[in-house]
């Protein structure tokens, strides 16, 4: 049986827009491994067979994944067809974001953040729904300064420490994890801006629900102060970290709208900020993380929700 080439390119929008989505990607990753039928598959991403077998053929459609083997199988006579990923790494070609028109390429690109962005935003949902589950979740951004070279350098560092860990196995203790790095040039030069045609189009994001292959997540738990409709509270949805004011609160108060809280970081609460001060402009507090505040300020925090 032939075995997958070294790197297979993306050369078309529509194939980068079509593998732009986690079941696919996690697809892609098994048949990178060995053949597997679609209902070898489903057993490892824990859809139905029919579920698979469409998305496998749009990956075949686009080239990334070929049919290799056709057997018969030993229950009953049934041919069963076996899927490979075409090559071990899949990549975008060097050229296809230059030489596509900037429409198409902005579509395709906002369609890969959306993805990430639903991916990340499951995984808060779950974080502060299920605080005693104590499931590391690590988000975060890093400036570096750094040569050309360097940070090169620095990206291989990062793929040989992941590398032993890439191949599936099963255990009471061991998880799928998600790794997504996102790392560019934090700011153009001045000749660079200038030389640009048109600033960058906001990315929107849908809601959860919005992802094709995954269904959406259960609702976070609401704090019992919260009855009213959500439109007489100040919604805060932090992911990093926050520092809050007493001027914050108060403004709060004075709006009439207090802050319904969820943050998955570093929060920090002024040492000027009373549990008085907490009772009044804080309707719900949901929090995981690190949580800066004093002993009173923590007490009142937890009557709002408390932290993870």
């Given at each position: 049986m032939e075995e997958p080439q070294?790197?297979?390119?993306?050369?078309?929008?529509?194939?980068?827009?079509t593998i732009a989505d986690p079941l696919r990607l996690r697809l892609i990753d098994y048949l990178i491994r060995e053949p597997l039928t679609v209902t070898q598959l489903g057993e490892r991403v824990g859809e139905s067979p029919a579920k698979v077998h469409y998305h496998v053929r749009e990956l075949e459609r686009i080239g990334v994944v070929r049919l290799v083997e056709t057997r018969e199988s030993e229950?009953?006579?049934?041919?069963?067809?076996?899927?490979?990923?075409t090559a071990k790494n899949?990549?975008?070609?060097?050229d296809l974001l230059r030489t596509s028109p900037p429409s198409e390429a902005e579509a395709m690109l906002s369609e890969w953040f959306q993805m990430l962005m639903?991916?990340?935003?499951?995984?808060?949902?779950?974080?502060?729904?299920n605080p005693d589950a104590h499931e590391p979740l690590d988000l975060q951004n890093e400036y570096i300064w750094a040569t050309n070279e360097e940070f090169k350098q620095t990206m291989e560092r990062i793929n040989e420490a992941v590398a032993p860990l890439?191949?599936?196995?099963?255990?009471?203790?061991?998880?799928?994890?998600?790794?997504?790095i996102i790392a560019h040039r934090s700011r153009p030069s001045g000749e660079e801006i200038a030389s640009l045609h048109r600033p960058p189009q906001p990315v929107a994001v849908p809601p959860l629900s919005a992802s094709p292959s995954m269904p959406p997540e259960p609702p976070l738990p609401s704090s019992p102060t919260v009855t009213a409709?959500?439109?007489?509270?100040?919604?805060?949805?932090?992911?990093?970290?926050?520092?809050?004011?007493?001027?914050?609160?108060?403004?709060?108060?004075a709006k009439g709208k207090p802050y319904a809280i969820v943050v998955l970081g570093t929060c920090r609460f002024n040492n000027d900020i009373t549990p008085a001060l907490i009772e009044k402009s804080i309707a719900s507090f949901r929090h995981k993380g690190s949580l800066i505040a004093s002993p009173e300020v923590r007490a009142a925090l937890k009557q709002k929700g408390g932290e993870g």
């Amino acid at each position: 049986m032939e075995e997958p080439q070294e790197v297979f390119y993306l050369t078309s929008i529509d194939q980068a827009r079509t593998i732009a989505d986690p079941l696919r990607l996690r697809l892609i990753d098994y048949l990178i491994r060995e053949p597997l039928t679609v209902t070898q598959l489903g057993e490892r991403v824990g859809e139905s067979p029919a579920k698979v077998h469409y998305h496998v053929r749009e990956l075949e459609r686009i080239g990334v994944v070929r049919l290799v083997e056709t057997r018969e199988s030993e229950r009953g006579g049934i041919l069963e067809k076996y899927y490979r990923a075409t090559a071990k790494n899949i990549q975008l070609s060097p050229d296809l974001l230059r030489t596509s028109p900037p429409s198409e390429a902005e579509a395709m690109l906002s369609e890969w953040f959306q993805m990430l962005m639903r991916e990340a935003m499951h995984a808060v949902a779950r974080a502060v729904a299920n605080p005693d589950a104590h499931e590391p979740l690590d988000l975060q951004n890093e400036y570096i300064w750094a040569t050309n070279e360097e940070f090169k350098q620095t990206m291989e560092r990062i793929n040989e420490a992941v590398a032993p860990l890439r191949a599936p196995r099963s255990g009471a203790a061991v998880h799928e994890w998600s790794i997504s790095i996102i790392a560019h040039r934090s700011r153009p030069s001045g000749e660079e801006i200038a030389s640009l045609h048109r600033p960058p189009q906001p990315v929107a994001v849908p809601p959860l629900s919005a992802s094709p292959s995954m269904p959406p997540e259960p609702p976070l738990p609401s704090s019992p102060t919260v009855t009213a409709s959500s439109r007489r509270f100040t919604h805060m949805w932090v992911v990093g970290a926050v520092d809050i004011s007493r001027q914050d609160l108060e403004r709060a108060i004075a709006k009439g709208k207090p802050y319904a809280i969820v943050v998955l970081g570093t929060c920090r609460f002024n040492n000027d900020i009373t549990p008085a001060l907490i009772e009044k402009s804080i309707a719900s507090f949901r929090h995981k993380g690190s949580l800066i505040a004093s002993p009173e300020v923590r007490a009142a925090l937890k009557q709002k929700g408390g932290e993870g």
